[in-house]
């Protein structure tokens, strides 16, 4: 599938418009994530018949769109059931329920999910309202000991030395504009973005 097709159907995903502020879901648009799939592909880590875990998946923007590059299995894992009901309705109207598994669980310090999977991608927490919020997120990574990819803020400094040292291989490969729709209270502009950092990090 060509990426500006992608993009076009991830755009037309249903959205999750009622949002937990502590959750911090910030959701990734379809054209960002069309083109930060490609740059997977273009790794060599996403490809046809590999499986994959979304880690916070939110819509399943991400996961989607790596089962409609090929992928042949997608873990969904988010802890919002409201979010968990959108996905299954997006992974339904596309026809890939026979290629998804959704698991509505928090990821916490003493809730490390056991993935069977090839590639992990994540849009965690900043950790804007909550400190570290993103650390059971990056534990999870390192506790199943695969590849991936995650989608941070672009001056986030911690994700390179938290799995350095542990040996592993860390590559900040590129930035871009993250819009942020006025979807808390405390958003005073209509739209506003950020700027968004994406590392992929890898076991030795």
């Known amino acids: 599938m060509k990426i500006r097709k992608l993009a076009m159907n991830l755009s037309n995903l249903e959205?999750?418009?009622l949002k937990n502020v502590d959750l911090e879901q910030y959701s990734i648009d379809g054209d960002l994530a069309a083109k930060w799939l490609s740059d997977l592909i273009a790794f060599g880590d996403l490809k046809k018949g590999c499986k994959v875990s979304d880690l916070g998946a939110g819509n399943g923007i991400l996961g989607i769109g790596a089962l409609l590059l090929g992928a042949e299995k997608v873990i969904f894992i988010e802890s919002d059931p409201k979010a968990c009901e959108i996905l299954n309705n997006n992974i339904s109207l596309l026809g890939l329920k026979n290629r998804s598994?959704?698991?509505n669980l928090h990821i916490e310090q003493s809730n490390i999910p056991v993935l069977d999977t090839d590639i992990i991608i994540t849009n965690p927490p900043w950790g804007r309202q909550k400190e570290k919020a993103?650390?059971?997120?990056?534990?999870?990574?390192?506790?199943?000991h695969k590849i991936a990819h995650i989608l941070h803020n672009y001056r986030a400094t911690h994700i390179s030395s938290f799995f350095?040292?542990?040996?592993?291989t860390v590559e900040k490969y590129g930035e871009a504009d993250f819009s942020l729709p006025a979807t808390y209270n405390h958003?005073?502009?209509?739209?506003?973005?950020?700027?968004?950092?994406?590392w992929r990090v890898s076991p030795d």
Not at 134 to 144: A, G, M
Not at 187 to 198: E, I, L, P, V, Y
């Open 15 to 17: 959205q999750h418009h």
């Open 101 to 103: 598994e959704v698991r």
């Open 134 to 144: 993103d650390k059971p997120f990056l534990q999870s990574i390192l506790s199943n």
């Open 164 to 168: 350095q040292n542990k040996g592993w």
């Open 187 to 198: 958003h005073n502009r209509q739209r506003d973005s950020t700027r968004a950092g994406f």
